[in-house]
Every structure is written in structure tokens, then in C-alpha cells.
């Protein structure tokens, strides 16, 4: 099982970026998936959900109308679109997948919002 993420890195206020999280080893299809992030001294805090056929979506409040989350489960692959970033969304980004009591973790990336 893997979850490979990329797509970070530094961008100025405002700015925008795209996440991706790359699936295998898995039945990526039947899983739900989500996307963490964990600024340095703070807990690991949950992002936004996509149900397993991406019919639902879910957002904290601090994202709500500034990022998108979707997937594609041709390819195995899922994405945060992160637009008007602002520096409190400076952290290192990780995805899940989820289902029943299987839980994956990728390795995370980073994404700084700097001028």
C-alpha cells in the first residue's frame, strides 16, 4: 500500500496550489480519503473528506469556499485545489484512505504560504 503526495511548496499569499495524492495497493474505489495537515506545534487537524465515489465532500470552516477536494478513481489519484492561501494554511499536508478499520497515511508534503 502507498500514498505518494506532491504538489507543494512556497507560494505568496493569495496564491494557489494543487494537491495531489497518488494511490496504490489498494482498492482505491471502495475508500473514502481525506486530507490532514499539522502546522509545527499543533496537532494534526482534518482538512476535507471525499467519499468513496466523490458524491460527498466535507470542509473545516477555515477552508470552506478557498479549497476543493476531488478524485479520480480511473487513475487512483486525489486533489486539493488550495486557492487564496493564506499563511495560518503554512503546514505539511498529508492524505488518507480509509475504510472500516483500514486506515493508510502518506508521507506528506509541505506547503508554505509566504510572502
Known amino acids: 500500500v502507498q500514498l505518494v503526495e506532491s504538489g507543494g511548496g512556497l507560494v505568496q499569499p493569495g496564491g494557489s496550489l494543487r494537491l495531489s495524492c497518488a494511490a496504490s495497493g489498494f482498492t482505491f474505489s471502495t475508500y473514502g480519503m481525506s486530507w490532514y495537515r499539522q502546522a509545527p506545534g499543533k496537532e494534526r487537524e482534518l482538512v476535507a473528506s471525499i467519499s468513496s465515489t466523490g458524491g460527498t465532500t466535507s470542509y473545516t470552516d477555515s477552508v470552506k469556499g478557498r479549497f476543493t477536494i476531488s478524485r479520480d478513481n480511473a487513475k487512483n489519484m486525489m486533489y486539493l485545489q488550495m486557492n487564496s492561501l493564506k499563511p495560518e494554511d503554512t503546514a505539511v499536508y498529508y492524505c488518507?484512505?480509509?475504510?472500516?478499520?483500514?486506515?493508510?497515511w502518506g508521507q506528506g508534503t509541505q506547503v508554505t504560504v509566504s510572502s
Open positions: 488518507k484512505a480509509w475504510f472500516r478499520r483500514d486506515v493508510y
